[in-house]
């Protein structure tokens, strides 16, 4: 269809298209795993979580036929799998992202498993906000329907960057996640900072899963997430642990992710595969030049990643 | 020796099984919140995994990539990497196996089998030595990086499948051409059970006592205890790195050629069947002791191979047997932070009081 009317301009046009389609839960993840990794505690298992949230929204949403009660769901969901992984991963000599990878067989079999009924009915979803109604090109019209989801996460993006820099609480989580010892004589509690902040990340995690099922691609299967939960770490990585770049980098990942279907839909599919797997490629070489041996990356944590000392 | 620390090895084997017995309990409650009686399910699991000879096999089969697969967390782990490259390691060896068994058909098939087998483990252990080199060279995280080549192998996978290396009789489920019949590994003499088995308990031997008694593995484990200390010995850090990282990933790119050449026959999306997370869990879960991991494999093989029977005849969802591997992971990491809690495990010695 687009290919008829637009020939190669359909390129970027289904870029574009992509990029506001697939941005979301890239988007969502990023933002809460660097809430968490704010924090000095790194969260592999986002995908678990994000599986968890989409079948949780998914069901909710066929079961009370209110979508938007299937997104707090997912919030839900995502709530408790932090508390989960709060748990387990502050314990002494834990390796958290040896939980991570559990989380992740945990949270998608779970999800499979509860969500094996609601893999055939189809349920309602989100509303969305048609930018494109103006266009009488029905691709342009199409491309442009915008998730409220998308727009709630690029209101969180400034939002975070002002609660890190400018609010009390921002101030303790990152003095838990760049010095604990500081923040322990200030007499903050770090397991409970960091509990919560894992919570609070993997909260925005399961709405991240919401807006893939009740979305785009908008149903419920084992396969719906494309790795989106397990780019969370990397994503952060590439955005400095800064919510403002998580935002850029979401919408460059979630670009990357269309170019392979945008090239095959002008009859370009020689190179499908590798063209998906440009995020990934994208990543390792952003990683590969940015790091180095002599200075530690800007931005991270101080406490990233050290093992929990004992609960005081 | 023995006698005196007899008490942690008895923590050592105690706290894993009780930390298994409360997953079980765990995921009794499960099945009974969905409606299936635990003991039933407890039950169905244990005959479908080792209830019988026939059973027993199909655990074995599975268990013998875990048990190659593991090695390639548990041995970098030893200089305090944490890889979870497993899953891309398979599948590039894997390919390479399969690449080379059509570029040697018509040679003889142990010519062809050699071949397989060492183009497995130079493709694996490359894929990994370059997450080792990565890490020394750039500092780059090698949970990430390793993570990340995982998706792009399956992507080169898909590529070549669907592409240069496609069998065009392979209509729905797109597979390179096959490498034959007569190339494929054989069965254990009077079992099911092909040669990987072998070749897995094999790797995790000799990695043990590469580990434990060889100069190679005392180096990695002083490099993996203190880095500046290893560094200030003269220990050639960069070298260790990639040495063990090559050897890791050489294990699993050999368990994607026993995929290859004893189950599939072809290199397909079959190849990444979850056995380098699982591979990982196993690896972790043994706490990365090669001999543990061949115990952990078999175990975990035995709830692989459980899945269906708890779809037939307690009608859960196949799903069911990764929340029971999830579970037990989840409560085996976190039975870690008790070593050293219980007051019957501490070693009584007068004159040193341990330090935990």
Redesign the interface.
């Known amino acids: 269809m687009t290919t008829e009317v637009l020939g190669w301009w359909g390129v970027p046009l289904g870029i574009v298209a992509g990029t506001l389609r697939g941005s979301a839960p890239f988007l969502f993840v990023s933002l809460g795993e660097c809430l968490t990794e704010k924090s000095g505690k790194i969260n592999l298992g986002l995908e678990g979580t994000l599986l968890m949230g989409a079948m949780s929204a998914y069901a909710i949403s066929y079961l009370t036929g209110s979508p938007w009660l299937g997104v707090g769901a997912a919030g839900l969901a995502g709530l408790g799998f932090g508390l989960i992984h709060g748990i387990v991963a502050q314990r002494p000599r834990v390796n958290d992202v040896a939980v991570g990878i559990a989380m992740i067989i945990f949270g998608s079999g779970v999800a499979f498993f509860l969500g094996k009924p609601f893999i055939q009915p189809s349920a309602p979803q989100l509303p969305t906000l048609d930018f494109g109604a103006w266009s009488s090109l029905p691709a342009v019209e199409s491309a442009l329907k915008v998730s409220p989801l998308f727009l709630l996460g690029i209101a969180i993006a400034p939002l975070m960057q002002w609660f890190f820099r400018s609010t009390r609480w921002g101030l303790l989580i990152r003095a838990v996640g760049d010095s604990p010892d500081a923040a322990r004589a200030m007499g903050v509690s770090i397991y409970n900072v960091r509990l919560l902040s894992i919570m609070a990340g993997s909260f925005l995690a399961g709405i991240g899963g919401a807006s893939l099922s009740l979305f785009y691609p908008g149903s419920w299967t084992e396969r719906i997430s494309s790795g989106q939960g397990l780019m969370a770490v990397a994503l952060v990585i590439f955005a400095r642990w800064n919510p403002i770049q998580c935002l850029y980098a979401s919408l460059l990942f979630g670009g990357a992710q269309a170019i392979g279907p945008a090239l095959q839909s002008v009859g370009v599919d020689s190179y499908y595969y590798l063209f998906n797997a440009s995020p990934y490629i994208l990543t390792l070489l952003i990683m590969i030049l940015t790091c180095s041996p002599q200075r530690t990356l800007a931005g991270v944590p101080g406490a990233l990643g050290k093992p929990s000392e004992s609960r005081l | 020796m023995m006698v005196k620390h007899w008490r942690k090895t008895l923590e050592a084997i105690c706290i894993p099984i009780g930390a298994l017995l409360v997953a079980l309990v765990l995921f009794g409650g499960f099945c009974a919140i ?1 409606g299936a009686n635990p003991f039933g399910v407890y039950s169905s699991i244990y005959r479908a995994a080792f209830g019988t000879w026939s059973s027993f096999q199909n655990t074995l089969i599975r268990a013998a990539p875990l048990m190659l697969s593991s090695l390639c967390t548990a041995l970098p782990a030893r200089l305090g990497l ?1 890889i ?1 490259g497993n899953e891309g390691a398979i599948v590039i060896g894997g390919l390479s196996a399969v690449a080379v068994g059509l570029f040697l058909d018509g040679s003889a098939p142990t010519i062809v089998q050699i071949g397989m087998a060492l183009g497995g483990i130079v493709a694996g252990g490359l894929w990994i030595a370059l997450v080792g080199a ?1 890490r ?6 090698e ?3 390793s ?3 995982n ?2 192998a ?3 996978l ?2 070549l499948v ?2 240069v290396m496609r069998d065009p009789s392979s209509l729905n489920k797109p597979s390179t051409y096959p490498i034959g019949m007569a190339s494929m590994l054989g069965t254990l003499p009077g079992t099911r059970v092909h040669y990987g088995l072998l070749f897995g308990i094999v790797a995790c031997g000799l990695a043990y006592l590469l580990i434990q008694r060889t100069t190679f593995g005392f180096a990695a484990r002083i490099a993996g205890g203190n880095l500046r200390a290893a560094r200030i010995a003269g220990l050639p850090v960069g070298k260790l790195t990639m040495a063990i990282c090559f050897l890791g990933g050489a294990c699993a790119g050999l368990a994607g050629m026993v995929e290859v050449a004893a189950v599939h026959g072809r290199a397909n999306e079959s190849l990444n069947a979850n056995y380098g ?1 699982g591979g ?2 196993v690896a ?1 879960v043994a706490r990365h002791n090669p001999l543990a991991a061949v115990l952990v494999s078999v175990l975990l093989g035995g709830i692989l191979a459980s899945s269906g029977i708890l779809q037939r005849s307690h009608n ?12 037990v ?2 409560v085996v ?2 039975s ?2 008790l ?1 050293g809690k219980f007051e019957m495990f501490k070693e009584r010695s007068a004159i040193a009081p341990s330090v935990a």
Not at chain 2, 136 to 141: D, G, L, T
Not at chain 2, 316 to 327: E, I
């Open positions: 969905a944490v979870i990565l020394h060279y750039r500092a780059v995280n949970t990430i990086s993570l990340l080549l998706y792009i399956i992507a080169i898909n590529q669907s592409g997370y990982v869990l972790f859960l969802p196949d799903a069911t047997a990764l929340v029971f591997q999830g579970l992971f989840l990491l976190y870690e932070s070593y």
